[in-house]
């Protein structure tokens, strides 16, 4: 199963893909917060071009667990795509996520302008895999 991961932030999107299996996830591109029209249009030739089955968007719980307003902003994102695709859309905890990323980046030496623009694509990727990891440990194949 295709899965497609979404890191909303507040410039950017990050996007990762999962392998048709549904195991591995990477990171694949971002897309600009232009305007929902151009973001929409985008996540929806994503999830056409790639076969895409889910999507996953990352939902920034506080450390305690608890929601905030990036929360509600995100659920309102993840909302928004569920009207504007034709699969399902689900929500993962991404607290921590953005941090791993820069420092998955920082350990690969990539140059700071390119962890700028991919650290969103890498963040989705992390969470993405860990709800591929989850839906594994639980048996769900679809």
Known sequence: MRVLGLDAGTRRIGV?????????AQSLTVIPRTGWRAVLEEIRRLVNAHGVERIVVGLPLRMDGTEGDAAGEARAFAARVAAAVPVPVEMQDERLSTAEAERTMVAQDAPRASRRERRDAVAAALFLQTWLERRRREGKTE
């Open 16 to 24: 990762a893909l999962s392998d048709p299996s549904g195991t591995i």
